[in-house]
């Protein structure tokens, strides 16, 4: 069974940085993507950032030139750095795996981060 587990959550004041780590107990050279996901309190979870195997990465509009998505194939573990945090970025976020060859798609537990203003 695939794990993913998510740390590096915190309170942090707005402009501030945090970077979250994501470790899988298995290679993540076998994922097709991986991702972050955050979902606010009352709202829908929303995409936040993706890296395929080839390394390109895409992003939400309202984290671009702020949050950077990375990966350690080596370490098994993806990472987002966030800068310039705002209240808006208050969140629980989740990493996200999948695998296209059977259909696999794997979720962590959450981390949360807060951003005081």
């Known amino acids: 069974q695939v794990q993913l587990v998510e740390s590096g959550g915190g309170l942090v004041q707005a402009g501030g940085s945090l970077r979250l780590s994501c470790a899988a107990s298995t290679s993540i050279f076998s994922f097709n993507n991986m991702g972050w996901y955050r979902q606010a309190p009352g709202k829908q979870r929303e995409l936040v950032a993706t890296?395929?195997?080839?390394?390109?990465?895409n992003y939400a509009e309202s984290v671009k030139a702020r949050f950077t998505i990375s990966k350690d194939n080596a370490k098994n573990t993806m990472y987002l750095q966030m800068n310039s945090l705002n209240a808006e970025d208050t969140a629980v976020y989740y990493c996200?795996?999948?695998?296209?060859?059977?259909?696999?798609?794997?979720w962590g537990q959450g981390t949360q981060v807060t951003v005081s203003s």
């Open positions: 890296i395929i195997k080839s390394g390109s990465t």
């Open positions: 996200n795996a999948v695998r296209y060859i059977p259909r696999r798609e794997y």
